[in-house]
Each structure stands twice: as structure tokens, then as C-alpha cells.
């Protein structure tokens, strides 16, 4: 018996990465899978962007499972095709019984640089796409008097992160979301938390903008983010997570076991929330 026995879940950024470890934690659990990413690149964010090869390897990946799988290529920007999706994965499944809000990017500025272009793209994405990834399921959710809504936010949610303020406000931004659509859709049994990862290893932290950050400086390492990794929890042997640790996270919320948890912040961080930190720069 899965967690998950008998569930449709949709995920947002599915194709790779972190979506990728929640299509497959959830197919293993026992759930169906539809899934949502783009293969069209992003304006500001420098790393690889997802291809149709990636969106077609989560499919392999469930499939292996023994569980039905819909890949369709939307944005989460476009509420058109998010509506679309979601009715296709209806149709074909039946029932849409937890949403995933994954899709997200990242990306680098200090405050007083940082474009116009650069906030937007942010918030468009990791904020308002949240929004209308809800907005989607929530009427179908609604009709069937259940349903349950993990959004991931991030440990930078609940503080602060220096040059990276629209991706903070972002996450800021979604727990609140959460907070606000747990109390209204409760009574309709419909329950909302977050999960909020610490240092995750996939494409959207191990690239180049992901080594000098951690290094401090221009032309960092893959060393240098492994070794930044190593300081910022507390349990033994901690460092950049696996995916999956995630994607445990999310299936626990979505399950039975939880059936009684919403309108909550999960950190999955290795303590680091925890540590009460030093000012390594002080003046």
C-alpha cells in the first residue's frame, strides 16, 4: 500500500529536477501523474532550460512504476493552458486530487541593479504562477468537497537571502498564499501547506551562477558549492539534498497521514532554520 493509492497529481515544473523527483516519489506512493513544464527558455535566467527529452524522461520514469502518466507542455504563466491542462488531465484520469505548485527559477542581482525584467520574470513565475496553478484545480477540487495543495515555497520564505530579494519576495509571497487559501477553502475540505527546502541539488543550483554564489566570487566551482553546502545545516553529514528529500516531504502532505495538517510551513533543511547564525561580514 502507497501513500498515495488510488490519487491523480498534478505537478507544475515536472520535467525535470525537483518535478521530476515529485512525479516520481508520487508514482511510487501509488499515485497517476499529470505533469506541466515549457521547453521555451527564459528571458533572464542563465542556466539550461528544460527540453522535450527531459519532459519525456519523467514520463519513462513513472511509466517504469506501472502508473499512467500525461506530460503536456504549458507555462504557468499562460492560465489558458494551465485551465486547459488540468481539464485535459481530468478527462483522462478522472479526478485531480492534489496539486504540487513546483515550476520555479532563480536567479542573481543585488537589489539596486537588478532590472525590471529581472523581478518580473521572477515574480510572474514563482508567484503569480503559483496563483494560477491553484486557480486552475481549485473549481474541480471545490466540486468534489476534497483536495490538497503543496506549494514550494523555500527556507527563504521564512528569511531573508541576500541578492536574491525577488526570489525571497517570491517565496515570502506563497507562504502567504498558502495561509490565505488554507482558511478560505477549509470548509470545503480542501487543505494548503508549504514545503520549504534548504540547499537542493538539480539544474537550478548546480550551474555557474550556483558555484560563485556559494564561492563568493566569479569563476566558483562545483567544489566550492559542495563545500558552501557542508556549512549550512546541522545534522550530521548534511549538505546539498537529493530532490527526493523534497518530493518525501510533499507525499507526506498529500496524504491520509496528514489529513488533518493545512495552513503550515514544512522546512525540509537539515536544521538550518534551527542555527541562530553569525554575521560573516561584520563592519
Given at each position: 500500500m502507497g501513500l498515495l493509492d488510488g490519487k491523480v497529481v498534478f505537478i507544475t515544473g515536472g520535467g525535470r529536477g525537483q518535478g521530476r523527483?515529485?512525479?516520481?516519489?508520487?508514482?511510487?506512493?501509488?499515485?497517476?501523474?499529470?505533469?506541466?513544464?515549457?521547453?521555451?527558455?527564459?528571458?533572464?535566467?542563465?542556466?539550461?532550460?528544460?527540453?522535450a527529452e527531459d519532459m519525456a524522461e519523467t514520463v519513462s520514469q513513472v511509466e517504469a512504476l506501472d502508473r499512467r502518466v500525461?506530460?503536456?507542455?504549458a507555462d504557468v504563466r499562460d492560465q489558458g493552458a494551465l485551465d486547459a491542462a488540468v481539464a485535459e488531465g481530468i478527462a483522462q484520469f478522472g479526478q485531480i486530487d492534489c496539486l504540487i505548485g513546483n515550476a520555479g527559477i532563480w536567479t542573481l542581482?543585488?537589489?539596486?541593479?537588478?532590472?525590471?525584467?529581472?523581478?518580473?520574470?521572477m515574480i510572474d513565475i514563482n508567484l503569480t504562477?503559483?496563483?494560477?496553478?491553484?486557480?486552475?484545480?481549485?473549481?474541480h477540487m471545490v466540486e468534489r468537497q476534497q483536495g490538497s495543495i503543496v506549494l514550494t515555497s523555500s527556507v527563504n520564505g521564512l528569511e531573508g537571502g541576500p541578492f536574491f530579494s525577488h526570489y525571497t519576495a517570491?517565496?515570502?509571497?506563497?507562504?502567504?498564499?498558502?495561509?490565505?487559501?488554507?482558511?478560505?477553502?477549509?470548509p470545503q475540505g480542501i487543505r494548503a501547506n508549504t514545503?520549504?527546502?534548504?540547499?537542493?541539488?538539480t539544474g537550478?543550483?548546480?550551474?555557474?551562477?550556483?558555484y560563485d554564489m556559494?564561492?563568493?566570487?566569479?569563476?566558483?566551482?562545483?567544489?566550492?558549492?559542495?563545500?558552501?553546502?557542508?556549512?549550512?545545516?546541522?545534522?550530521?553529514?548534511?549538505g546539498f539534498m537529493q530532490p527526493e528529500v523534497i518530493a518525501n516531504a510533499a507525499a507526506f502532505l498529500n496524504s491520509e497521514m496528514a489529513s488533518n495538517i493545512t495552513g503550515v510551513s514544512l522546512p525540509v533543511d537539515s536544521g538550518h532554520l534551527a542555527m541562530a547564525g553569525i554575521n560573516m561580514d561584520p563592519k
Open positions: 523527483a515529485h512525479a516520481v516519489v508520487s508514482a511510487k506512493e501509488g499515485a497517476d501523474i499529470v505533469f506541466i513544464d515549457t521547453t521555451e527558455p527564459f528571458a533572464t535566467v542563465p542556466y539550461a532550460h528544460t527540453t500525461l506530460s503536456i507542455e542581482g543585488p537589489v539596486a541593479e537588478m532590472t525590471r525584467e529581472q523581478w518580473q520574470e504562477g503559483v496563483w494560477q496553478s491553484v486557480k486552475a484545480v481549485v473549481p517570491a517565496k515570502f509571497g506563497v507562504v502567504g498564499l498558502m495561509k490565505a487559501i488554507a482558511v478560505e477553502l477549509g514545503v520549504n527546502p534548504g540547499t537542493i541539488l537550478m543550483t548546480n550551474n555557474q551562477q550556483g556559494m564561492a563568493g566570487h566569479p569563476g566558483g566551482t562545483y567544489d566550492d558549492l559542495m563545500a558552501a553546502g557542508r556549512t549550512y545545516g546541522i545534522l550530521k553529514g548534511s
